[in-house]
């Protein structure tokens, strides 16, 4: 999501709201992609 290519200068800020979103948002990644292959089989 935060593919920082021009906005390298907030890359601190970033790294901190990051370990915020990417630790549930992994999470939920997760249960969505399980989610997908169990509708699919």
């Known amino acids: 999501m935060a593919a ?3 906005s390298r200068g907030r890359a ?3 790294k901190e ?3 915020k979103i990417w630790i ?3 999470i939920v ?3 969505i992609i399980v989610a ?3 509708m699919l089989t």
């Open 4 to 6: 920082g290519g021009h």
């Open 17 to 19: 709201v990051d370990m």
């Open 36 to 38: 997908i292959i169990v």
């Open 29 to 31: 990644g997760l249960i």
């Open 12 to 14: 601190g800020l970033l």
């Open 24 to 26: 549930p948002g992994g």
